[in-house]
């Protein structure tokens, strides 16, 4: 869907052969992404917000810890950021909390605002553009309070340079036994059982 509205759909198609029939049409498993575009096309303001500068790239830093970003459409006054959900209800999370929240959409869009002003001079309002997946395709959008970016950005700023560091080896990262990455490595053993 994001190769659609971008533009580069023919370089997708190229790139992920093997979600196409022999046609070109997509298989019975990707149906629904038809669907949804045409959804998203017969809504005005969605397309509007779609309309801007589409897959802008650039760079910056961020506490000394370079950043590089893509944005899905840059419009005038505002930066918008296409998702496609399952739906828009709240997460558990230890208590339910908002998807953008859970999914750490409000630090992606802190760090495109900040990115983006370094590189424009410019501070613009952030914004989501949602299509569901449910039967029936909802579509939502979303501006992000300044306050909830800056909350963001301010997150980002406090772990970006420990997150820099583990990342170049100079700390150790802490397992937190919960993530991919740390149950990618776990290793059973007889103390690991769990008494049920």
Request: with cysteine; hydrophobic share 35%.
């Amino acid at each position: 869907i994001d190769a659609y509205f971008s533009g580069e759909l023919d370089q997708f198609k190229a790139n992920n052969t093997e979600l196409f029939n022999k046609d070109g049409s997509l298989k019975a498993t990707y149906k629904q992404c038809e669907t949804i575009i045409k959804r998203i096309e017969q809504d005005e303001y969605m397309m509007h917000l779609l309309s801007g500068e589409k897959q802008l790239i650039q760079t910056g830093i961020i506490e000394g810890v370079p950043f590089k970003i893509k944005m899905d459409s840059v419009l005038d006054d505002t930066i918008v950021d296409q998702k496609i959900m399952k739906d828009c209800k709240d997460v558990w999370n230890n208590g339910y909390e908002p998807f953008w929240k859970v999914y750490g959409y409000d630090i992606q869009m802190a760090i495109y605002q900040y990115i983006h002003a370094q590189n424009t001079g410019i501070k613009k309002p952030c914004k989501l553009a949602v299509a569901t997946k449910e039967d029936e395709c909802d579509l939502r959008a979303f501006k992000f309070k300044q306050e909830t970016i800056d909350n963001a950005l301010s997150e980002v700023k406090a772990l970006a340079p420990h997150f820099q560091d583990v990342k170049n080896g100079f700390v150790a990262p802490v397992y937190c036994g919960e993530c991919a990455y740390c149950k990618s490595l776990k290793k059973l053993s007889k103390e690991s059982e769990e008494e049920i």
